[in-house]
């Protein structure tokens, strides 16, 4: 059974287990630090599909028979499936997964979807409405580009605050507590929007919503970044991270030692003229399925806190002088299933 | 505790409550069968905004506030939102729900997001992760018309298979358990996709997904139509509609004796011209959140299996020659919590 935790956060004394987990990614990420970490790595970025939208559900597809086999699991053990992404009415999801024939819940969380995903997947293991679920999301830097910004044709400039969408996808199997790593708690966000009109910059719309998720887990748990060997962003980049560590500096915490950024892991800012860093809802999943659970599996990260972050608006709010509200939902990820940690959770 | 029964099915042992619910409609469904049975109905489409997708935000964040009115609730009683529409990005729902500072979940099941939030607030409930959820979903003719065919200046002609986007909201806040109506199960559809490519016969591209959904329910739960005063589908209108009586009878279930569809509900299609019925989210959240929920807290109505139907192409997939996966979530409505009724649930 789940507990809650002040008023914002889910405990899941259960812990369920990360049962299995994938990623999948192309050419720019494989000459990225992460490669070495990812499951699949394409260098044709439309994985032998004949439109970049075909390619993105063929990398859910992938990603998500990679996390059945790693987990030595088929689809008729799965009760669940969680998905969503950043196409319009997400087909990525709908058309990668639509031949799984596992009951399918569709999500929309923009770039916060592997945590929206993971999270929901961990609470129907926990509630004992199943004993596996999948969760699973992507982005392709080819299909996000033609849909929210230019076609590539055009070669548009980018601006210095601008991120570039990663190609790539993440699996998760959840399912009843095994082995590591173990999903301890889950707290959903709530929109934040400051009024950021700035589509270049997705980093400063989303870095308020980071830091309340954040802080209501911190006040929740009675926890402090202290306790964590990692807290781990979903896309921020260069410009979201900085906002992010101020504010949480002005709420008192202090998390420039355990905080990392996946749109700042993914690429070399240095050699891969990225700008910002990288982006989308790949973005998270690939740096989270690939190093970050290998890390906590094997134990070399023990207290992770995943928060994944979402903007959401679209090109028609921007296109009406809308401003960009954002959301960021966590989950604690540990080594351990239990006992209480650290200063209290 | 839910239950798994069979394969899909998830019995709620402790039949959450719908606690307080209501809808939003404009013009045409005030001219409608349905008028009598809605809350707020507003003859102007646009409700005083400078967009008809500021319009559907408006109508959602109206029917979440009418809702709480009518349950005698706040937002502080709410620990969760699940929400989602048609529109690109869902920005119906985050604009229109941002300011409420309620964790949310976004979600896109197209036009069974009614069904799909409805389902998962009732989950949280039975589940313990939340003493009460709200579920919300919209759709607006014009903007829908806009995104998915034609603007509407012109003029297009519309096929006889075609269906008309409800302008509407309907809003659900559910809670643990108290009157009725009660949530007693939930059957989450997997996506089907017989091939259909006509984007203006979305009713024949959703009827599989709405039989498969049945049979699995009637499968896992031993019981038949008769068991039920009124098998109610989302929008299938009168194509989709004559499709699932067909497929539901090859299977060994007859069901016109009970079947209704919302889409066959909301307008007098002599008189309206809708040409082959209603659809959109805000067409099942529209007809459930009248008079199918008042006539259950009222006992009118027994025992109601509420299926929304969801067609999960976009504008993108169409274009590229891609066929119509659909879905269908189900949930067994009832005037009471228990004990088992019909032939077996």
Chains 1, 2 share one sequence.
């Not at 959903?188 to 998720?213: H, L, Q, R, S, Y």
């Not at 991270?241 to 002005?250: D, F, I, K």
């Not at 003229?273 to 290998?294: E, F, P, T, Y």
């Amino acid at each position: 059974m789940a507990t809650r935790i002040g008023s914002y956060t889910l405990r899941l004394d259960k812990a369920p287990s990360i049962a299995g987990f994938a990623s999948v990614a192309s050419k720019k990420e494989s000459e990225g630090p992460m490669a070495a970490y990812i499951d699949l790595l394409c260098e044709d970025s439309t994985f032998g599909e004949t439109s970049w939208e075909k390619a993105e559900s063929r990398m859910q597809k992938d990603a998500v028979n990679k996390a059945l086999e790693k987990g030595g699991l088929s689809t008729t053990q799965i009760q669940y499936l969680f998905a969503g992404d950043l196409l319009n009415q997400c087909i990525s999801s709908t058309y990668g997964l639509r031949d799984l024939g596992v009951p399918f819940l569709g999500l929309y969380g923009a770039c916060s979807t592997m945590a929206e995903s993971l999270s929901l997947a961990a609470l129907f293991v926990e509630g004992g409405f199943a004993q596996r679920c999948l969760a699973v999301t992507s982005s392709h830097f080819c299909s996000a580009e033609r849909q929210f910004r230019f076609p590539l044709e055009y070669g548009g400039q980018r601006t210095p605050t601008s991120q570039w969408t990663v190609t790539g996808s993440g699996a998760c199997v959840v399912g009843e507590q095994s082995g590591p790593p173990f999903v301890r708690a889950v707290t959903v966000g709530t929109i934040e929007d400051m009024g950021i009109k700035d589509i270049n910059n997705m980093g400063a719309a989303m870095a308020p919503a980071a830091a309340m998720t954040l802080k209501h887990f911190f006040e929740d748990t009675n926890t402090n970044p202290s306790n964590y060997d990692l807290i781990l962003t979903g896309d921020l980049g260069l410009v979201g991270s900085r906002m992010l560590t101020q504010l949480m500096e002005e709420s008192g915490y202090s998390i420039s030692q355990a905080h990392q950024d996946c749109g700042l892991m993914i690429y070399d800012r240095e050699s891969q003229d990225v700008h910002a860093g990288g982006s989308g809802c790949g973005c998270s999943a690939v740096v989270l399925c690939s190093r970050i659970l290998q890390e906590l599996q094997q134990g070399q990260l023990r207290d992770v806190l995943f928060i994944a972050t979402g903007a959401l608006m679209s090109t028609t709010s921007v296109q009406q002088g809308e401003s960009i509200p954002s959301i960021a939902h966590l989950l604690h990820l540990s080594h351990l299933p239990g006992p209480d940690m650290g200063a209290g959770q």
